[in-house]
T-cell receptor
Framework: GAVVSQHPSWVICKSGTSVKIECRSLDFQATTMFWYRQFPKQSLMLMATSNEGSKATYEQGVEKDKFLINHASLTLSTLTVTSAHPEDSSFYIC???????????FGQGTRLTVV | GDSVTQMEGPVTLSEEAFLTINCTYTATGYPSLFWYVQYPGEGLQLLLKATKADDKGSNKGFEATYRKETTSFHLEKGSVQVSDSAVYFCALKTGGFKTIFGAGTRLFVKA
């Protein structure tokens, strides 16, 4: 199957700082990227959907000014958590889908800890 | 709205036991159904899928059949191994390609 690489796999940052998470499709062009968040022992919750070259569509309750999503190319999308707080600590996972495809492929996930 | 309900865990089994993890869904239209597996510290991996009624998805000894009449997609394996210990997520995808996940079921397999 297609490969999505997410980096970093884990990060620790101080409160008030910003953290960028990268999601790359290695062997396909991801026209659509999805960003999910997973709290401990809970399911994945979709945060936003982004199409290459367009602004991301955020799910209800997700602050777009706090979770900045950029999808400037067909192989790279980034999620920036701005002014991070301890409650932002979570596991963030991206997935990518190519045009006309029916399946989305997931990255390995990034564990963010804000101290 | 669309939703997925799966049995709560954790499920603890001995090696070589039979596994069933129940999953039911609510959806408008004709969704595709999936099972994903998440090993400790890793992201999600697609385990199997079915795209229409009566389809059976299978992989690594796991099976699930898309039952439209009971809106179910139960995951089964005849003989589990310690290496199957993970969290299993049932999911559906609608025509808009948004994937909706169940809460996940944690499986522990004892040697």
């Amino acid at each position: 199957g297609a490969v999505v690489s997410q980096h970093p796999s884990w990060v620790i940052c101080k409160s008030g700082t910003s953290v960028k998470i990268e999601c790359r499709s290695l062997d396909f062009q991801a026209t659509t990227m999805f960003w999910y968040r997973q709290f401990p022992k809970q399911s994945l919750m979709l945060m936003a959907t982004s199409n290459e070259g367009s602004k991301a569509t955020y799910e209800q309750g997700v602050e777009k000014d706090k979770f900045l999503i950029n999808h400037a190319s067909l192989t790279l999308s980034t999620l920036t958590v701005t002014s991070a707080h301890p409650e932002d600590s979570s596991f963030y996972i991206c997935s990518g889908r190519q045009a006309g495809g029916t399946e989305a492929f997931f990255g390995q996930g990034t564990r963010l800890t804000v101290v | 709205g669309d939703s997925v309900t799966q049995m709560e865990g954790p499920v603890t089994l001995s090696e070589e036991a039979f596994l069933t993890i129940n999953c039911t869904y609510t959806a408008t239209g004709y969704p595709s159904l999936f099972w994903y597996v998440q090993y400790p510290g890793e992201g999600l991996q697609l385990l199997l899928k079915a795209t229409k009624a009566d389809d059976k998805g299978s992989n690594k000894g796991f099976e699930a059949t898309y039952r439209k009449e009971t809106t179910s997609f139960h995951l089964e394996k005849g003989s589990v191994q310690v290496s199957d210990s993970a969290v299993y997520f049932c999911a559906l995808k609608t025509g808009g390609f948004k994937t909706i996940f169940g809460a996940g079921t944690r499986l522990f397999v004892k040697a």
